[in-house]
């Protein structure tokens, strides 16, 4: 089992600048894949980021430039770095931990509120 516990959130004026992480614990070995979602109300959860074991990364077209995903050395933290926010990035952020080899499992945190306004 992996937990998944995010910190960062919080309110910030359009073009400011935010550092989410994500700390997981447990049984991390097993995971190859971490990202970061988000979900604004009435919209469905899309992925925002993601990287892999090998440092591979993938963003969403809407945060490709502005954002950064990044993993400590040891695979138990990953942060996505947020610059240039803009209104519509407001959203519940959450963290994800994906095994795609072997079984395939997936890992959610609770969540961290990122409200973007003026």
């Known amino acids: 089992q992996v937990q998944l516990v995010e910190s960062g959130g919080g309110l910030v004026p359009p073009g400011g600048s935010l550092r989410l992480s994500c700390a997981a614990s447990?049984?991390?070995?097993?995971?190859?894949?971490m990202g970061w979602y988000r979900q604004a109300p009435g919209k469905e959860r899309e992925l925002v980021a993601a990287i892999s074991n090998t440092s591979r990364t993938n963003y969403a077209d809407s945060v490709k430039g502005r954002f950064t995903i990044s993993a400590d050395n040891a695979w138990n933290t990953v942060f996505l770095q947020m610059d240039s926010l803009k209104p519509e990035d407001t959203a519940v952020y959450y963290c994800n931990a994906l095994r795609t080899v072997g079984f395939i499992r997936t890992y959610w945190g609770q969540g961290t509120q990122v409200t973007v306004s003026s």
């Open positions: 447990g049984n991390i070995f097993s995971i190859n894949v």
